[in-house]
């Protein structure tokens, strides 16, 4: 079930408004439709930042209106102060349930590869979600790909996630997920990118496997 949130119109109008709109908890928000004028309202900023960081844009978002008719919607864009991360503002693109959407959906890495066991091998992970299409009440959270069994120097790739009629995987098929390298080849590339851009580059050694929560 998507979450609700209540919206009231914008009360804020000037920078100082917005500020202080901000500062007692709110949030300014907008709700797109397509082949209609965009509506300015506004949200509560807590419990709109903790759906945002929890499921990204790959989760349905009920509104009610100031008139109370509900619109189900989709995060589009988020913008955040650089420096707190606080929300500034964020764009919603309105969704119908017999329409399909397209939306990028997180993957989710599951099982630790012997060699990262063995301290021998590093998963690098090349691509952190996925483009699918499907309808509103088809929308998965998130998908899951078992990268147990990979050897040092073999890859996942986008062909390599679960199938499923509810919903259909626009990535190109042969995008490379996720590999497993050695250590040493690892550790290689990072210091010529250092040497080349005289910038480090954080390589993770054996990332902790992510579970299927």
């Known amino acids: 079930m998507a979450l609700r949130l209540t919206t009231t119109p914008i009360q804020a109008h000037t920078k100082g408004e917005v500020k202080r709109l901000r500062r007692d908890g709110y949030v300014p928000i907008s709700i ?13 900023s807590k419990p709109l930042d903790e759906f945002i960081r929890q499921h990204g844009e790959s989760a349905l978002l009920e509104m009610v209106l100031p008139n109370k008719k509900r619109q189900t919607t989709i995060v589009k864009q988020v913008q955040r102060d650089p420096l707190s991360h606080r929300l500034l503002q964020v764009t919603f693109q309105s969704v119908s349930r017999d329409e399909p959407i397209k939306v990028h959906i997180p993957i989710l890495f599951h099982g630790e590869p012997e060699a990262v066991r063995q301290h021998t091998g590093v998963v690098l992970h090349q691509l952190e979600q996925v483009e699918v299409r499907c309808l509103p009440q088809n929308l998965p ?6 990268i147990s069994h990979l050897s040092i120097g073999e890859s996942i790739h986008a062909s390599d996630l679960p199938q499923s009629d509810k919903h259909e995987i626009l990535t190109a098929p042969d995008t490379v997920l996720a590999s497993l390298t050695s250590v040493a080849v690892a550790t290689t590339e990072a210091e010529e990118t250092v040497a080349e851009t005289g910038e480090v580059q954080a390589t993770s050694p054996a990332e902790e496997t992510q579970q299927e929560s």
């Open 32 to 44: 797109q439709h397509r082949g209609q004028e965009p509506l300015h309202l506004q949200t509560e």
């Open 141 to 146: 959270d998130h998908l899951t790909v078992d």
